[in-house]
């Protein structure tokens, strides 16, 4: 996620994605942060000279709401990490408290909330937050360079409460008595924080300009780099999970349903949001052997188009009582299995699979309109295992184009760059240009 002003790479930018990096550590949440830190030295040990010398620019993602508690001055971790899906009922219990004033439906109330992950902490470990501080993932190996204490972006702190309209803390988390560990600068993704100050990190990022920016939440990363630009522009990413992201004029966010805006730029919304309705479905009845060739038989016998077996009216998920977002694997598993018996083969049962996530996709960007979203679906930028099949994107496409009142296709296409990575670096290259 580096910026070189010479443009040898690819519109100067270098990729390097650290969590690909094959490491030897258990991978246990007491010892992540060193395979983090690892990860991190390696990774710029592993660029050429000649390439580090002509670096100007760094800014790194990571996943949102995985969190760290630190010493306020050296930056060395006092706790384990705490991930992203690992959940803090007494955290969340805290902060339901009347002393809290925590509203009823904030996306902080959920136990796996950055601000429930802090507010644990304060309640079980220590309870005097001057002595420590939070910093997200991507904020501690960002200090990790410039070494500038309490400094986080708009992006990753959404979910610990920060409101990126106000660009500020409500009052009500400025009252909680741990207040004083929140980081306390707040930037827009692609920042400048200050030049590399850490001496290690100087043994690999040598020029003396060469400055840290703020990054941002992987998936929003993913959004940046697929090329999306423009209100009515969408992202999906479809991997073991669907999440799904939209260029909206207006903020949309109802914690109930999953949806929530991330602030990009100076005028948009990217509001979005995840469902189980995924990947993981079909590795639950097919290998990738399999996927290919029943995909085959799918586009050899033009089954969608011609509607062959019914195929595009299958809606397996349609009747899940607590919507797409609420729909666990297991489940939607469950209401596969006691639809494929009903199926001619397992080319048709694969087809309707497609078409059901296909239709979920679909429900999930017309839910974020009928919610506020300023802008019908223009076109859906894809990235994801989901991305790679052809056949598939064809059918989502069909499907996003029902009822559509312009009476235009909206396209499904492959984003041109699909790693977060590639999305981070573009804002170390705005960072750098931005002084």
């Not at 509001?271 to 085959?296: H, K, P, Y």
């Not at 974020?368 to 989901?386: D, F, I, P």
């Amino acid at each position: 996620m580096f910026y070189s002003s010479e443009e040898e790479e690819k519109d100067g930018l270098l990729i390097r994605d650290v969590e690909k990096k094959k490491r030897n550590i258990s991978s246990s949440s007491s010892s992540m942060t060193a395979i983090w830190e690892d990860a991190l030295w390696t990774s710029l040990e592993n660029i050429p000279r000649e390439t580090r010398e002509r670096i100007v620019s760094v800014a790194i993602d990571g996943t949102s709401g995985t969190v760290i508690i630190v010493h306020p001055e050296s930056g060395e971790p006092l706790y384990k990490a705490m991930m992203y899906n690992e959940k803090f009922e007494v955290g969340a219990q805290y902060l339901a408290s009347e002393s809290c004033r925590v509203p009823d439906g904030h996306v902080t109330r959920s136990s796996t909330s950055a601000l429930s992950k802090l507010a644990h902490y304060f309640a079980n470990e220590h309870p005097k937050p001057i002595s420590y501080k939070l910093l997200h993932h991507a904020d501690w190996l960002s200090y990790k360079l410039h070494e500038n204490m309490g400094v986080s972006d708009f992006n990753n702190s959404l979910k610990l409460g920060f409101d990126p309209g106000s660009e500020t803390y409500p009052q009500w988390m400025l009252d909680l008595p741990f207040a004083e560990a929140l980081p306390k600068t707040m930037l827009p993704p692609g920042a400048r924080i200050g030049v590399v100050q850490n001496p290690r990190a100087k043994e690999f990022l040598s020029n003396p300009e060469c400055i840290v920016c703020t990054g941002t939440t992987d998936s929003v990363a993913a959004f940046i780099a697929s090329g999306a630009n423009e209100p009515g522009d969408a992202c999906t990413s479809l991997g073991s999970t669907l999440a799904w992201k939209l260029i909206s004029e207006a903020r949309v966010d109802d914690a109930s349903v999953g949806i929530y805006s991330h602030k990009i730029g100076d005028q948009y919304w990217l509001v979005g949001g995840a469902c189980n309705t995924g990947g993981n479905i079909l590795r639950a009845f097919f290998t990738n052997d399999e996927l290919q060739s029943l995909t085959d038989t799918i586009e050899m016998e033009n089954m969608f188009e011609l509607n062959l077996f019914g195929v595009r009216d299958a809606d397996f998920f349609k009747s899940n009582a607590g919507g797409d977002f609420g729909l666990e694997v297991s489940d939607a598993v469950k209401k596969c299995e006691s639809e494929r018996e009903t199926c001619e083969n397992d080319a048709v049962f694969l087809c309707k699979i497609f078409s059901s996530i296909a239709k979920a996709e679909k429900r999930c960007y017309d839910n974020a309109n009928a919610m506020g979203a300023s802008e019908k679906l223009k076109k859906v930028y894809t990235s994801g295992g989901g991305a790679a099949n052809a056949t598939w994107c064809k059918m989502r496409s069909s499907c996003l184009s029902i009822d559509n009142k312009s009476g235009s296709t909206i396209d499904v296409v492959a984003s041109e760059y699909t790693e977060a990575s590639y999305g981070t670096a573009l804002l170390a290259k705005k960072g750098y240009h931005s002084r």
